[in-house]
């Protein structure tokens, strides 16, 4: 059972700190990485994607990938109010008829 | 900026009436997904199509569940009788042809079903 775990928080954190939620998969084979943001009432926004180790930055948003580890996360700095929001992480295999296994997602709160 | 288009928004219908979602992809997206979400949970795929083909549609309850893209571009998904365990968010995505492990998938606004 491939699988893709993350922390359901919530979160809670100060305008302008740093967030950090994580994600973890299963599947070894696994290839190509999606955080999400998912505002209360609405559909998923793809906000990162990231393919191999390292780290990828966008604006405020970093998304770190560790395949030898098996995990992936963001992190996202100066944190506004308008971050509050549930995250979701995706994970894709190629030969997975490029279907994704989906997190359950992080629910993060950003205080003013 | 090019965008899945899903209509209706919202939907409120009766168990055992019939509902029909529709979904545009992003013009030139070969593979489509429906996927149904209940609240804090995350997206549950319930058939994807790669062009006009069903490629999965292991979790569609295919006794009341049918869907269907028969150009290859937009798609419908029908439910046939709803019951009071449907009410939940249905979301169409998309993504685009490409090689490789790169299956980023775009959403439409999704469609809110409460059935009553």
């Known amino acids: 059972q491939k699988e893709v775990e993350q922390n359901s928080g919530p979160l809670s954190v100060p305008e302008g700190a740093i967030a950090s939620l994580n994600c973890t998969y299963s599947?070894?084979?696994?290839?190509?990485f999606f955080w999400y943001r998912q505002y209360s009432g609405k559909s998923p926004e793809l906000i990162m994607s990231?393919?191999s180790n390292g780290d990828k930055e966008d604006g405020r948003f970093t998304a770190q990938l560790n395949k030898a580890s098996q995990y992936v996360s963001l992190l996202i700095r100066d944190s506004q109010p308008s971050d509050s929001a549930t995250y979701l992480c995706?994970?894709?295999?190629?030969?997975?008829?490029?279907?994704?296994?989906w997190g359950l997602g992080t629910s993060l709160a950003v205080n003013p | 900026e090019a965008e899945v288009a899903q209509s209706p928004r919202y939907k409120i219908t009766e168990k055992s009436q019939a509902v029909a979602f529709w979904c545009d992809p992003i013009?030139?997206?070969?593979?489509l997904y429906w996927y149904r979400q209940i609240l804090g949970q995350g997206p549950e795929l319930l058939v994807q199509?790669?062009?006009?083909?069903?490629?999965?549609d292991s979790q569609l309850p295919k006794d009341r569940f049918s869907a269907e893209r028969l150009k290859g571009v937009d798609s419908t998904l029908k439910i046939q009788p709803a019951e009071l365990g449907d009410s939940a968010m249905y979301l169409c995505?998309?993504?685009?042809?490409?090689?490789?492990?790169?299956?980023?998938?775009?959403f439409g606004p999704g469609t809110r079903l409460t059935v009553l």
């Open positions: 995505a998309s993504s685009p042809r490409r090689a490789g492990g790169y299956n980023e998938q775009f």
């Open positions: 013009s030139g997206h070969a593979t």
């Open positions: 199509f790669q062009d006009e083909s069903v490629v999965d």
């Open positions: 599947d070894r084979g696994s290839q190509s």
């Open positions: 990231i393919y």
């Open positions: 995706a994970v894709g295999n190629a030969g997975n008829n490029r279907k994704l296994i």
